[in-house]
């Protein structure tokens, strides 16, 4: 068993992790690509195990208690929506959610209310050139606190990267220009990394919705660097939630 635990710095909603984050963290132990679903808001400040299964599979747990799965899996994408870096920031500009309308303000990854430094201060927006089906797009230059040992940004924060663009992606209607703001939370993400960028590199994500089933909304995502090379994917699972428990209340 390894003891993971969330710093409250990397939180979503107010009381626990973000999603991709958490998700990035378990992916560690596994190879190539990952699936990981979320079973339970994972805790902050709270030592978790990451425990290896006699099936292959990785469970992080808080005592008795399941908060998430992992499991190595293929992820490929239909579809590959790129941008320029000079894009993603004019996307940026007509983000769907304004500061003070946004629902998680602290979220590590999206929140406005996050210091440049210490939150990814990911905005998407959608990219003026698709008149019909939508895509956003947003920049993101990683900071030198997110580097790893080896000096390129460790693995977990472009699972986080790739996470949150993708809730705003499953808010937008996957057929037309339709936005809603219904309350989400990732319930499952599955991505793929090809090459980790250096902090300081400028960056492009890109993201989709791919589909709606009742309560579940899906979507893609794709992180590029500067000159089109594809650093990472990313497919996820939101759930349509009460904005009570999106709080964690």
Not at 12 to 17: E, F, Q, R, T
Request: proline share 8%; net charge neutral.
């Amino acid at each position: 068993m390894t003891q993971i635990i969330i710093d409250k710095r990397y939180c979503g909603p107010p009381n626990s992790g973000n999603g991709g984050y958490v998700c990035g963290r378990l992916a560690q132990h596994i190879p190539r690509g990952a699936e990981v679903t979320l079973r339970a808001p994972p805790p902050l400040d709270t030592p978790l195990g990451a425990i290896a299964t006699d099936d292959g599979t990785w469970e992080l747990r808080d005592g008795a208690k399941l908060i998430a799965t992992g499991r190595a899996t293929s992820v490929e994408l239909a579809r590959l929506e790129t941008a320029s870096f000079e894009e993603a920031c004019a996307a940026e500009l007509l983000t769907l959610v304004k500061p003070h309308e946004h629902p998680l303000p602290t979220c590590f990854v999206c929140g406005p209310a996050r210091a440049q430094g210490d939150g990814l201060r990911i905005f998407a927006g959608p990219l003026g050139r698709h008149a019909q089906a939508p895509v956003l797009a947003a920049s993101w230059t990683p900071d030198r606190n997110l580097a790893a040992e080896d000096g390129l940004v460790a693995p977990e924060f472009l699972w986080s990267a790739l996470d949150c663009p993708t809730g705003f992606a499953c808010n937008c209607d996957p057929q037309g220009n339709a936005f809603d703001r219904t309350p989400l939370l990732l319930g499952r993400m599955s991505a793929r990394i090809e090459a980790r960028p250096r902090p300081g590199d400028r960056c492009v994500i890109t993201a989709w919705p791919t589909g709606r089933d009742g309560r579940k909304r899906t979507a893609e995502a794709a992180l590029h660097d500067e000159i089109g090379r594809l650093l990472a994917v990313a497919r996820t699972t939101w759930i349509a939630v009460e904005r009570e428990v999106q709080l964690g209340r």
